[in-house]
């Protein structure tokens, strides 16, 4: 039987079950129906079945894709950040070095004038030793020169 013939048939015996009074159900053979609807299946046209395999395949490889998206916009996500942090961290580490830098310029600036106005008050002090010493010279000359006359 072809399977129009074998719905007619299905048809055919839910129609003719006995009648429950006051609802809307009715009484039929239970196995013959079963028989029917398996002789249906067994009919179905190969297609059919090809596309129900088609269908489930594409569900699962659309649950396939599903997941990898996920996996790679999860990796992505976390290569940005990972790059973000090491940004986070290589301007911070330029920060620090200019601090650094800027602190040791400064340190280097005190230095140097420190050690200009320590050489200044040093020379100052020979200055002034000298220009005592030469006092000293220039009065013992006089007093040599007053000694000759």
Wanted: net charge negative; glycine share 2%.
């Amino acid at each position: 039987m072809n399977m129009i013939s074998l719905l007619d048939v299905l048809e055919d015996e839910l129609e003719n079950g006995i009648n429950i009074p006051f609802i809307a159900k009715a009484m039929v053979d239970r196995e013959r129906c079963l028989d029917i609807i398996k002789d249906i299946r067994l009919s179905l046209p190969e297609e059919i079945k090809q596309a129900e395999w088609v269908k489930k395949e594409q569900q699962r490889i659309l649950l396939e894709a599903q997941k990898e998206a996920e996996a790679i916009t999860k990796e992505a996500e976390q290569r940005i950040k990972a790059l973000v942090d090491e940004n986070e961290i290589t301007q911070s580490a330029y920060q620090q070095s200019r601090e650094i830098i800027e602190t040791a310029q400064n340190n280097a600036k005190e230095i140097r004038l420190g050690a200009r106005e320590y050489a200044d008050a040093l020379l100052e002090e020979v200055e002034l030793y000298l220009a005592d010493q030469l006092e000293i010279l220039r009065g013992n000359r006089q007093e040599l020169m007053n000694k000759k006359r």
